[in-house]
């Protein structure tokens, strides 16, 4: 019986060396969820003319898209640094440490003020056939913390066309997930030890380029809008300090940080999301878990004085993006 299970799914990638060449083969792979996938799929043109019959007459083929979604996919200081810099497209790396730490690295994360985002060739194993999805591009990027696992991210990606690949092997190292107990939540340079859980959602809005390319493939996928940046926390009362700011529109400060394993010296993995001009779009009271409580929801603007409305400060032992 030639079935194949979903276990059997294994994904990878290779940054492009040219925007929207294929590369051969992938360099890195990401254990997701079950229901991550790639989706190629064609628009169908409907024949809506009368003919003084009642029957459907023959459609005719329209513009082929492709999205895709990486779901589950556990944070870990080693492999997180490639989603970030997809989705945000600008990155300085130093060391913060040469002489005691020479093989740790720092990666400071912003947005790219451009038109394109960073392009990926994506590889999917499905067992029945192995595919590949040039000119991919991370739209979306969602991570999320609850108060007794592991912290997670959620990929949305555009790409322009899929093609037959010759079989890879993948290759994956320990997991070192970071953990609810190595979260830091810190509201204006103070850790807050009633927040439970924590979500941010970061959206470079891109979208497929259409001309006439002699092509039903999009001609490119580019990002014109704002950058969106949302998210949100649950905590429960203590003060009335951070909703007097909501109701009062005034800016806040969030900085959420994950602290893994020592990496060479002094120097630990580490991921930090840091927003210094935070603004609330809802601070209700409310239940949570018989406790007063909110369910928090905020969008990081722009800060004129750090010129950035987001930085994503990831600590591990990769050379470079």
Sequence with gaps: MALFATERKTFGFKKEASRGIAEAAPTKFLAVGSDSEFHYSTALIADEKIRG????????????????????????????????????????????????APTVFQHSFTRLNALQMPSFTYFVDRGLSIKRYPLSVIKKLTFKGTVNGKAQADADLLFKTEEPVAAFAPSYGVPKPLMFFQTDFKVEGVSDINVKSWNLSIDNNSEALRSYNLSRDARDIVSKKPFEIDGGFEAYFESETQRAKFLAATASAINIILTGDVLQGAQKAKLEFSMQEVKYSAYPFGNLDDLLGAAVTFHAEFDPVLQKSLEVILTNQVNGY
């Design 53 to 100: 019959l009642k029957e459907r007459f023959p459609s005719v083929a329209g513009a082929l898209s492709g999205t895709g979604n990486l779901n589950a996919v556990d944070v870990e200081a080693a492999t997180i640094g490639d989603l970030l810099f997809g989705v945000l497209g600008a990155v300085v790396t130093t060391q913060p440490d040469a002489g005691g």
